[in-house]
């Protein structure tokens, strides 16, 4: 059952890209196609914009709460960068809290497709993890490169996107196989109202490489996660929402996730 959620996610985002030709535009007139927020998928959008975002996990070793802010650039009309700088802290049952500077992310997106009829968007990219973070303290100190097609439709009211992406450990300490990780995802928005969008995701997560002390290597998460949107003032968009995990196999108890995103 949950591999063929994961392979109904992949053929997701490969129909999304094949939905309609290609347009016959100058390769820099780029439409002014926005989607709604989700609270894990990423948008094929190109951006330029201040987020701050906050993530809370109850797991059976305790809680993890981080709060991040990053900026996001275009350097070209189809060409996007984004730094994020998260904050970690931890309330675990076997030590003290911690709390700290987590691993910094770096990532790179290129919009390689776009449609005005239906509007459509598809974008291609990588994230770089950089092991800023304590390993000592649990705060991060993880190496990872992941790169991710992600892809966007608008179909009347309703939103429609989807991501796949692959993930690699770099961390050259690591004894055996590094641990690589296979995620897929889609994401429904109804736009109910100019400010409001209320949206549901599926989120499957797959370690396919490295060690198993988690008991998750060769099994496949499934994660649903309804939320919604507010847009308050213009150019703001706030987005709260629960992540429920519906498999055993599972990192944690489940998730609180919200953000607040400024255009400027």
Known sequence: MTRRFTRLLVA???SLAALVPLPARAADDVPGISFFYPLRTRRPVIERELELTVDHEKGPDGRVTEAAAAIEWPILPRWQVELKVPLV???????????????LEIETKVLVFDSIDPPALVAIGV????PTGSERRGLGGEA???PFIAAGVALGPFDLLAQVAYEWNLNSHVHGPHEQELTAGAALGWRVHRKFTPLVELTTVTQTRGDNEEGLRGR??????PGFNVRPLPGTTFRLGIDLPVTNARKFDYALRGGLVVEF
């Open 12 to 14: 997701v985002v490969t």
């Open 89 to 103: 802290f931890l309330q675990e049952r076997e030590r003290t809290a911690q709390g700290g500077v987590g691993d």
């Open 127 to 130: 994230e770089g993890k950089l």
């Open 220 to 225: 496949t998460q499934v994660y649903v996660t």
């Open 144 to 146: 990872a490169i992941e």
